[in-house]
């Protein structure tokens, strides 16, 4: 026996994955002269795989690895990053009218610029757990009726109930053998990877800008950029949650899942040019 070494990790090719997608494109430059840049992208998609990545950092998710190494088909489903829809705009606008004109008319309106960014996509999966019995493993619930989705009010700062889950059984399955759920044979009626789908998300950017020229070399150029433009604030799966033991799977409005917070930021800048 050796002491140097505690627990050993094994690693397999026993994931796999497949994508489809139907991407559309629609690009324009100078749009019926008037100045007008744009690109207009959809892609239509599907991410399926049994393993996201390769340490499996999704919620409850600790041993690592599939739920059950000896049966990988059993973590099947739509991957952590699955996106249905997605589509992303963005536009330019060198506004020309202003070109011909002389005098104060021209210095006051010309050289403006106008740019915006838009994006948005329906929301990736999650999965609920039953961690009650697990001791490395969570195996998935097992539920006794159809879950729904419906946002509610907690009560608490921009927080939200997203699935309630009052009612679900807790504990719906253990091994005899270990006194656990880290072993199957898992139920049939456990619910599947990823079978949720969280809420989709919607972002705009804009700026303005405006060339001034100083002479035929030398120019200005004043900048303003508005990231997250409208101030808009996105639904967001809340990490620790996805577990049938928390009452509800909660949402969070307005906060990523990494922490960042969602909030209007402008940015002024003057360029030197020459």
């Known amino acids: 026996m050796n002491n140097q070494y505690t627990n050993i990790n094994g690693r397999g090719n026993e994931g796999f994955s497949r994508y489809n997608a139907l991407i559309v ?37 600790n041993n690592l690895g599939l739920t059950n190494p000896y049966d990988p088909a059993l973590d099947y489903g739509y991957a952590d990053f699955d996106v249905r829809h997605r589509f992303v705009g963005s536009v330019i606008w060198q506004i020309p009218y202003a070109k ?17 960014i838009f ?8 999965t609920i757990f039953d961690g009650s019995n697990a001791n490395v493993a969570s195996v998935r619930l097992v539920p006794n009726g159809p879950l729904n989705v419906n946002v509610r009010d907690t009560g608490g700062a921009n927080f939200f109930s997203y699935v309630d889950l009052t009612g679900q059984p807790v504990g719906a399955f253990i091994n005899p053998v ?33 060339n001034v020229k100083l002479n035929e070399t030398y120019s200005l150029q004043f900048r303003a950029e508005l990231f997250n ?18 009452g509800f799977v909660g949402a969070v409005k307005g906060v990523t899942p990494n922490g960042n917070i969602e909030r209007r930021n402008v940015q002024l800048a003057v360029k030197f040019i020459f």
């Open 119 to 126: 994006n948005a996509r329906t929301g990736t999966p999650f």
């Open 229 to 246: 433009a409208l101030n808009h604030a996105n639904l967001y799966i809340a990490p620790g949650t996805q577990d049938v033991t928390s």
């Open 178 to 210: 270990c006194n656990c759920a880290d072993f199957g044979p898992y139920p049939a009626t456990m619910t599947r990877r990823n079978q949720f789908r969280g809420p989709g998300l919607w972002n705009l950017d804009a700026g303005v800008s405006r």
């Open 25 to 61: 494109s629609l690009d324009g430059n100078n749009f019926r002269n008037t100045g007008v840049q744009f690109t207009a992208h959809y892609t239509m998609g599907v991410a399926k795989d049994n393993l996201s990545s390769t340490f499996s950092e999704g919620a409850f998710n």
């Open 100 to 116: 011909h004109l002389e005098g104060v008319a021209r210095a006051l309106l010309d050289g403006w610029t106008l740019t915006g």
